[in-house]
């Protein structure tokens, strides 16, 4: 790496937007088509177009609470938690829309939120601005496990 903590700090900087765009991504590759627009969903379902929106805010908000942990205690414990949390995350397009495994896709989903709150619950006493980053995210995932599960309640032969 570098010496000179400026520059460790950009490269910080730009691994972990690097590694949020790469499963921001998954959502690109693999999104809804066809088959999910033919599926029956619940009347409350957001439009198509708030989702790439809301998504953007929150990869931003993501890459940042990573980034804050890091600067505060570097590699570890908190940062495998990020991890964890970013590798169900893009595993969830993969499964839904690339797989067309909805009940996958639940349990991913649910893999998610408990990580993303156990980030929440281990980043508050390190960075209290990475900890509330992650509430809008979690507020999200909760939306969209419960839209998961009712796509898979109302296509159970999907």
């Known amino acids: 790496m570098t010496n000179d903590p400026a520059m460790a700090g950009y490269l910080a900087v730009a691994a972990f937007a690097g590694l949020t ?3 921001a991504s998954s959502g690109a590759v693999f999104g809804p088509g066809p088959w999910y627009f033919s599926l029956t969903k619940p009347w409350w379902t957001p439009p198509p177009w708030v ?7 929150l990869y931003i908000m993501i890459a940042a609470a990573g980034y804050l942990v890091w600067r505060e205690q570097g590699l570890g414990v908190l940062v495998a938690a990020w991890l964890v949390q970013l590798g169900f995350n893009g595993a969830w397009s993969w499964i839904m829309f690339g797989q067309k495994n909805i009940s996958l896709a639940l349990w991913d989903a649910g893999a998610m939120w408990i990580s ?20 809008p995210y979690l507020v999200w995932v909760t939306i969209a496990f419960y839209l998961n599960y009712e796509v898979l309640r109302l296509n159970p032969n999907a």
């Open 21 to 23: 765009f790469a499963a």
């Open 51 to 57: 989702f790439p929106v809301v998504w953007t805010i």
């Open 116 to 135: 993303i709150t156990a980030f929440i619950v281990l980043a508050w006493p390190v960075s209290q601005t990475a900890a509330l980053l992650f509430v």
